[in-house]
């Protein structure tokens, strides 16, 4: 039975959402696993969360120009590969010196080892007291006279 109301010359009807195209879907979805990847070295680096999203975010609109656009991925590819093997080129004092100016924190200096152990005083030579034996609890047999 037909639907009641106006169709377009497409068949569908005026409100109906397009729908996302799976080739489109499947570049987003690989686009976006892929920028992870330098991505991860950045935060091994110390880079805020603001910065890191920002670099995935580049990374993602980067990868899909270079897939969906034809003529211009003629330039934009040698570019992308630079910028995806850059963090892993730098050494980590030179991603850590980035890092800090986009407002990365240092990380906090080890704290020093406090030594706690007692010094030779009275009973510092004396072997340590046998313990008590365990129960493993068991009460002992009451005995009854």
Same mark, same amino acid.
């Given at each position: 039975m037909p639907s009641?109301?106006?169709r377009l010359a497409t068949g569908?009807?005026?409100?109906d959402a397009p729908d996302m195209s799976p080739a489109l879907l499947l570049t987003l979805l690989l686009s976006s696993l892929l920028a992870t990847l330098p991505v991860r070295r950045l935060h091994q680096a110390g880079w805020t969360s603001g910065a890191l999203f920002t670099a995935w975010a580049v990374y993602v609109a980067l990868i899909v120009m270079g897939v969906d656009v034809g003529a211009g991925? !003629?330039?934009?590819? /040698?570019?992308l590969v630079v910028l995806y093997a850059l963090p892993y080129a730098a050494g980590q004092a030179r991603l850590?010196?980035?890092?800090?100016?986009?407002?990365? !924190?240092?990380?906090? /200096?080890?704290r020093p080892v406090i030594n706690v152990t007692p010094s030779s005083g009275?009973?510092?030579g004396e072997p340590p007291a046998e313990p008590a034996?365990?129960?493993?609890?068991?009460k002992p047999p009451v005995e009854y006279r």
């Open positions: 009641a109301g106006p569908r009807a005026p409100y991925s !003629r330039y934009l590819l /040698p570019v850590e010196r980035a890092g800090r100016l986009l407002g990365a !924190r240092r990380p906090a /200096p080890a009275p009973g510092a034996p365990k129960r493993h609890g068991r």
